[in-house]
């Protein structure tokens, strides 16, 4: 039961930051770099990956 719960919760993960290549692939499209910070937070006692997005006014690396 044990290594269930592990596959189960590694494949919300997985499927959480495939969600985050496309929320970031988007915001790139749109001229800008995004720096995310992926953090674990506990919500009703269950460890949940957690991403914190901030799109900057530029490319990181000075263009336009």
Do not use: N, P, Y
């Not at 495939?18 to 800008?32: K, Y």
């Not at 992926?38 to 914190?52: A, D, G, N, P, Y």
């Amino acid at each position: 039961m044990r290594g269930w719960i592990t596959r189960e919760r590694s494949r919300v993960a997985f499927r959480r930051k495939t969600g985050l290549h496309q929320q970031l692939d988007h915001l790139r499209t749109l001229q800008h770099d995004v720096i995310c910070d992926l953090h674990h937070i506990e919500v009703s006692k269950k460890l949940v990956i957690s991403s914190t997005c901030v799109k900057t006014l530029h490319k990181l690396d000075g263009s336009r």
